[in-house]
């Protein structure tokens, strides 16, 4: 099973940028959907973002479409997330999730392998 570790999270102020990393190891990373999720204190963990194994098609939440992009490195077998115009409702702990698979579904119930979350804070 493919492990993923994310990097990049810290504190910004409103209107901010963050890029934040995930590096994956074990299994044939090309071959997994990955996706970027995350979750407030309190809330249920949420859809950002998803993109297929060629890094050929991406999905979106409507929350996050327009600010934030998601792209692949496969000769690094890493996946990283562009945070743009940042808000303090974007605070939250961010995880990328590896599936299996040829399509960009958004329930975290269908994502296999976690990473252990990397803290994005946004405040003025």
């Known amino acids: 099973q493919v492990q993923l570790v994310e990097f990049g999270g810290g504190l910004v102020q409103p209107g901010g940028s963050l890029r934040l990393s995930c590096a994956a190891s074990?299994?044939?990373?090309?071959?997994?959907?990955m996706g970027w999720f995350r979750q407030a204190p309190g809330k249920e963990r949420e859809f950002v973002a998803a993109?297929?194994?060629?890094?050929?098609?991406?999905l979106y939440a409507n929350s996050t479409k327009g600010r934030f992009t998601i792209s692949r490195d496969n000769a690094k077998n890493s996946v990283y997330l562009q945070t743009n115009s940042l808000k303090p409702e974007d605070t939250a702990v961010y995880y990328c999730?590896?599936?299996?698979?040829?399509?960009?579904?958004?329930?975290?119930?269908?994502?296999?392998?976690w990473g252990q979350g990397t803290q994005v804070t946004v405040s003025s």
């Open positions: 074990g299994g044939t990373f090309s071959s997994y959907v």
């Open positions: 999730a590896a599936r299996r698979g040829v399509i960009t579904y958004s329930a975290p119930t269908l994502y296999n392998a």
């Open positions: 993109i297929t194994g060629s890094g050929g098609s991406t």
